[in-house]
């Protein structure tokens, strides 16, 4: 027997995009349901980005989720950029007028909105199976799914909102021939791992060595993240603790600094691409953060890319649906990308300057040497990074 009910907008996926969506939503007093395929437990501690740019963070205290986030959050002013065994400073606050980053990891961003939404009487149903989004060329989509019960649910709504990641089903679903992708995968991947040691810095050191990239970021002052350049179809097998060790300190090192190592409590390898699709809407379904599109890691931008989407698209459908007008959702699309080719480029940019390229030769070496020099040495060039670093225009959540 099939369960039928009917939402406003219908939310595919529990990460920080559906979620911050439905948050929104609900402060314009729209509903919607959100369905994950995967536990709460799980949602709450998949390890993934780290880093918040300065709109995001104002975003988050503007709308009531800023309490734990002000408590724990540790603020950066700047980073350090290391190469040819030297460690340089840029002082993002006196760069941009300001500006600066928050670490505040993603888990803890989807903790606190899991329970916000949960506390407000949302329904989030975890652990779905055979997710599909269907009457696509109509105004009222359908979204069916089977709980974790096993009872099969079709859902009638207004808009669906595909917020289902990289691997999810919704862009797909948008008819063939629609949508465009852009894409470059790169020729390695990254390493990253948690350690139950104090962070050896006090700000983020992204360290271009002869023998690849390292990172040396945080998670509070008890747990550092460190990240390290492997090859693209490296096997975590091959890197003991030990290992992973011993060549963070080859890489990261320079006289008079000392790296903290500690017990590794996590470590994982992930893949590196660019991917835009567009565009990010047909109708009413609507795609949001990794749905529609990726970048690669350095710089930290995938996160606060899924949240500048949805802050757009909740503006967009509380128009659409509370006064009938559809200007901001037909401008969706394009509205998002823009902000998204910029950080693509960043992204694109902070990746080939910094990663050995094992197809590279002394003519590639001896760019990516020159555009760093250039970035310590000059003001201009190094507010270019700045600016891009600590984030876009502001994200802006009328609350009127
Ligand atoms: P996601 O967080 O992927 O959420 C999508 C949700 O949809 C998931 O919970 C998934 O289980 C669910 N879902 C998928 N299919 C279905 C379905 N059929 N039905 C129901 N639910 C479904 N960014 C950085 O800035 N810095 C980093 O260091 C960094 N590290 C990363 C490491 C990894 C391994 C990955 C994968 C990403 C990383 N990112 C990083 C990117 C950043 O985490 C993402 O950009 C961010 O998670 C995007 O949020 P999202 O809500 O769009 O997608
Ligand atoms: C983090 C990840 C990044 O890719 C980055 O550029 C900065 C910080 C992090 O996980 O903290």
Same mark, same amino acid.
């Given at each position: ?6 939402? $406003? ?37 998949? $390890? ?57 990891? $993603? ?294």
């Amino acid at each position: 027997m099939t369960v039928s009910s009917r939402t $406003q907008v219908g939310i595919v996926g529990a990460g920080p995009a559906g979620l911050l969506l439905s948050y929104l939503l609900a402060l314009r007093g729209i509903d919607s349901i959100v369905v994950e395929n995967r536990s709460r437990a799980y949602c709450e501690a998949r $390890q993934r980005a780290g880093l918040l740019e300065t709109g995001t963070v104002e975003l988050l205290r503007d709308i009531g989720l800023g309490m734990r986030m002000d408590a724990e959050g540790l603020e950066h002013g700047g980073i350090y950029l290391q190469f040819e065994g030297e460690r340089h400073h840029l002082d993002f606050r006196d760069l941009t007028g300001g500006r600066w980053v928050t670490i505040y990891a $993603q888990t803890e961003v989807v903790k606190d909105l899991i329970q916000a939404r949960l506390a407000a009487g949302a329904m989030i149903e975890f652990e779905v199976r055979d997710t599909e989004v269907a009457e696509l060329d109509t105004d009222q989509p359908v979204l069916r799914f089977t709980d974790a019960a096993g009872a099969r649910h079709e859902v009638t709504c207004d808009v669906i909102a595909g917020c289902d990641g990289f691997h999810g089903i919704c862009r797909d679903s948008l008819p063939a021939g629609l949508v465009t992708i852009a894409e470059r995968l790169y020729p390695y991947s990254w390493l990253g791992i948690l350690a139950t040691v104090p962070p050896s810095t006090d700000e983020l050191i992204y360290a271009r060595h002869d023998d690849g990239f390292a990172l040396h970021t945080m998670r509070s002052p008890q747990v550092s993240r460190l990240y390290l350049q492997v090859p693209a179809d490296e096997e975590i097998e091959r890197w003991p603790d030990d290992r992973i060790w011993s060549e963070l300190q080859h890489r990261l090192t320079v006289p008079g600094w000392d790296l903290k190592e500690g017990p590794i409590t996590e470590k994982a390898i992930s893949p590196m691409r660019s991917f835009v699709a567009s565009p990010m809407r047909h109708r009413r379904l609507f795609l949001a953060g990794d749905a529609a599109h990726i970048v690669p890691p350095t710089g930290a931008k995938g996160l606060n890319l899924a949240i500048a989407d949805v802050t757009a698209l909740a503006t967009a459908l509380t128009q659409l649906l509370r006064d009938g007008n559809a200007e901001l959702a037909e401008a969706y699309s394009d509205t998002c990308l823009g902000r998204v080719w910029r950080a693509t480029h960043f992204s694109w940019w902070m990746t080939s300057m910094l990663h050995v390229d094992p197809r590279s030769d002394q003519f590639g070496a001896q760019l990516q040497l020159a555009q760093l020099r250039y970035v310590i040495s000059s003001r201009a060039a190094a507010t270019t990074l700045a600016e891009n670093y600590t984030g876009y225009y502001p994200l802006s959540w009328p609350l009127t």
